[in-house]
């Protein structure tokens, strides 16, 4: 299967400060990202869709200002969670759907190994 | 409100024996749905999954079995393993809604040897 990347896994920051969280996809071309949050014992939550080229699509509820979404290339997209507080504290997942660099397509999503986020 | 305090549905059973978790879904425009693996710290794992032009299908020690007509998914899991103890959700989607997955609850299974 595809494989994604994320990167860092953990991080520790300050309330206020902003936080840059990357999602690469290593051997295939995510031409869609998603972005998801996930509290302790929940489930995920979309946050957003990110297609290459173009601006994030934010599922309702979820403030596009403060959860920027970028996704310059189909290889990577970055998730900056700005003026961090104490409830941003979570498990942010991404993940990819594309096409292979054999050509193929794949209709499943393939998910990263989350970045654990901790705002003091 | 109904986050606040929230536990996963716990699943044990010993290993050795069959497990089956089970998954009620919401959108009766669903038409893909996917059982994934979650173990502590890590991202979702795919399992397997299933159209909605079938009602079973297996694949390595794993069953998913789907119900539409009362919108129910299940995961059986034969001769659950201590490797197989982690989080299973299950995932819809529809056709037309741009690849994006709504996920379940999600059950913890802990297997016990």
Redesign the interface.
Known sequence: ?AV?S?HPSRVICKSGTSVKIECRSLDFQAT?M?WYRQ?P??????MA?SNEGSKATYEQGVEKDKFLINHASLTLSTLTVTSAHPEDSS?Y?C?G?GSGTSGGVY????????T?LTVL | GESVGLHLPTLSVQEGDNSIINCAYSNSASDYFIWYKQESGKGPQFIIDIRSNMDKRQGQRVTVLLNKTVKHLSLQIAATQPGDSAVYFCAESFTGGGNKLTFGTGTQLKVEL
């Open positions: 299967g994604v994320q869609t998603f509290f014992k929940q489930s995920l939550m979309l869709t498990f997942i993940s759907v209709n499943e999503q393939f998910f990263g190994p989350g654990r």
